[in-house]
């Protein structure tokens, strides 16, 4: 039996493609969260962030008496943001490369050298906090991370009607760490928040 | 195998019917082995060869194979629907699949689903498994994949597939052993 399913589709696709080549850049993001517009913020790096005039930082960084790095971030934040809290985290002497990524984004790999084993996590250099009711937060251990290496830190967050971070991923870098380029990565359905 | 360049699907529509003849059976397979209603299946694969096309320059040759960053792809599609149902949220479609579905579409969309039945029970009975370890068993038990491809679908090592496969071996021979025997 002939599926003309298969051809219609294939029809509606192709003239998809032809008005995409004409098309300069892709904009398939805004078209595919129409009906999310709020959370647009979530969508990822590339999107330009709107800061709250006159309102407190998204986030905080400050010193725990054990010498740790406590990591407070109340909204979704944007590159801006992103950079000023890497200031922020250099100026506690911890060189670090956060990127703030949607669910079902991922950087493209490698991006670095790593050391240390991917599969076992970052053990003790890094923990998430229980989630408090106005964001999250992270404690940073800076005594595991050498002269020389850079941490690596991609924070997984989901959109929805509110955001929420799905993960967090973290690695220790020997050298120099190239951008996040985005590429599609796994989709988390329910998250849960807090991993 | 003249394999299309998954780079070029989303740029050049020749290229994209190539890719789309040789992969649009393995997708439906894919959509019946999850969904049981003929228009949401049509729905559904109109949004994987979508999102194939939006996601195509993103496909990376030392990730995996092709078939496995297809199967990523669809899942992340079938992944995204049930959320959307969850939340009762309507989706916003560019091309609505069922829409391209006449009598004879739906009759072999519906031999699909048919086939499919038992794979959509077994999807059904993993349910209950925290997602993760879930969508590794759904691509090697119910999809037929490798474990490197099933590693590649999900973007984790094969290392973390293994692992995680172990760990569900562990749980789910847990969860059946100690079946009492009845007197």
Redesign the interface.
């Known amino acids: 039996?002939?599926?003309?399913?298969?051809e219609?589709?294939?029809v509606?696709?192709?003239e998809?493609?032809?008005t995409?080549?004409a098309r300069p850049v892709?904009s398939?993001r805004r078209?595919?969260?129409?009906?999310a517009a709020a959370t647009a913020m979530a969508a990822g790096v590339g999107v330009v962030g709107v800061p709250m005039l006159g309102e407190a930082p998204a986030y905080a960084v400050d010193r725990e008496p054990d010498g740790s790095i406590r990591v407070h971030v109340t909204e979704a934040v944007d590159r801006a943001d992103l950079d000023a809290l890497e200031a922020k985290l250099r100026f506690f002497g911890l060189s670090a490369e956060v990127d703030w990524l949607g669910n079902?984004q991922?950087c493209?790999?490698p991006r670095a050298d790593y050391v240390g084993d991917?599969?076992l996590g970052p053990g003790a250099l890094f923990q998430s906090l229980p989630g408090e009711d106005d964001g999250w937060d992270w404690l940073i251990h800076p005594e595991y991370i050498a002269s020389g290496q850079t941490l690596v830190w991609e924070v997984q967050v989901a959109r929805?009607?509110e955001w929420a971070v799905i993960k967090s991923d973290v690695r220790v870098a020997e050298g120099s760490v190239a951008p996040c380029e985005i590429?599609?990565?796994?989709?988390?359905?329910?998250p849960e928040p807090g991993n | 195998m003249n394999e299309v360049d998954p780079k070029d699907?989303?740029?050049?529509?020749d290229a994209?019917?190539r890719f789309?003849?040789a992969h649009?059976e393995r997708v439906t397979r894919f959509i019946a082995r999850r969904v049981d209603d003929p228009y949401t299946a049509?729905d559904l694969?109109?949004e994987v060869?979508?999102a194939v096309?939006?996601?195509a320059h993103?496909y990376?040759p030392h990730?995996g194979t092709v078939t496995g960053w297809l199967y990523?792809?669809a899942?992340?599609v079938v992944?995204?629907e049930?959320?959307r149902r969850?939340?009762d949220?309507?989706a916003?479609r560019?091309?609505a699949?069922r829409r391209?579905?006449?009598a004879?579409?739906?009759?072999?969309?519906e031999e699909r689903i048919d086939a499919e039945h038992a794979a959509r029970r077994t999807v059904a009975a993993l349910a209950g498994l925290p997602?993760r370890t879930r969508?590794l068993l759904e691509l090697i038990a119910v999809d037929g994949l490798t474990v490197a491809e099933a590693a590649a679908?999900?973007?984790?090592?094969r290392?973390?597939a293994s692992?995680r496969l172990h760990r569900a071996r562990k749980t789910l021979a847990a969860a059946v052993e100690p079946e009492p025997a009845f007197a």
């Open positions: 039996m002939k599926d003309t399913f298969q219609n589709l294939l509606a696709m192709r998809e493609v032809e995409r080549e892709r398939h078209k595919w969260t129409v009906a079902g991922d493209a790999e991917p599969d929805g009607d590429v599609s990565g796994p989709v988390t359905r329910d | 699907v989303g740029t050049n529509a994209f019917e789309y003849r649009y049509a694969t109109a060869f979508l096309v939006d996601t993103t990376r990730k990523g792809v899942r992340n992944a995204e049930r959320r969850g939340r949220l309507a916003v560019r091309i699949g391209l579905l006449d004879e579409g739906v009759a072999r969309m997602e969508a679908a999900l973007g984790i090592t290392v973390a692992v």
